[in-house]
């Protein structure tokens, strides 16, 4: 799935939740559907900032990825295991958006993928930017680890909205 339909889909699956679904937290230390797309979004809009930082840098970095970084690189995706930040990053979610907030701030990483995914190919592949696990990423890598993201997110997308029916 590209990363345009792998969007396209989340955005489509918000009309699934009523805004008390969508804001529903079924235990302390589980995020709502919100948190999580909120989280998808920032991270979005994170990664695509590296891509445009690639692109304006001026500086070759000859330096390369982690072990984890060739690893998620080889894979084509992040390990199917739950990722805890330290908590100095992990800082919850907003759990205050709308669908239609929501569905507008996708359109919006869609719309940078658009335009980045158009001129990726012309970014010189050593200009690089670190990514904290990763180590040192290019603007093609950092676009592709977008709809490596959203794919990550999509088992926990499945157990949230498990435990909504479980609420009901």
Not at 70 to 75: I, K, P, S, T, Y
Request: include cysteine; hydrophobic fraction near 35%.
């Amino acid at each position: 799935m590209s990363d345009l339909k792998l969007i396209e889909a989340y955005k489509n699956d918000l009309q699934n939740y009523s805004l008390e679904q969508l804001r529903y937290i079924s235990a302390e230390g589980v995020w709502s559907i919100c948190q999580m797309y909120d989280h998808v979004i920032v991270v979005a809009h994170e990664y695509l900032g590296n891509v445009e930082l690639c692109a304006a840098s001026k500086e070759e970095k000859r330096l390369g990825k982690t072990e984890l970084g060739e690893q998620v690189a080889e894979m084509g995706g992040f390990p199917p295991t739950k990722i805890k930040l330290p908590d100095e990053l992990n800082t919850p979610p907003s759990n205050s958006d709308s669908q239609e907030s929501l569905r507008d701030r996708l359109d919006e990483v869609m719309q940078k993928i658009r335009y980045w995914e158009s001129r990726v190919e012309t970014i010189n592949p050593h200009y690089k930017v670190k990514h904290g696990g990763f180590g040192w990423l290019n603007a093609q890598e950092w676009l592709a680890l977008v709809e490596m993201h959203f794919r990550h997110h999509l088992r926990q997308k499945r157990e949230l909205e498990q435990k909504l029916l479980l609420a009901d």
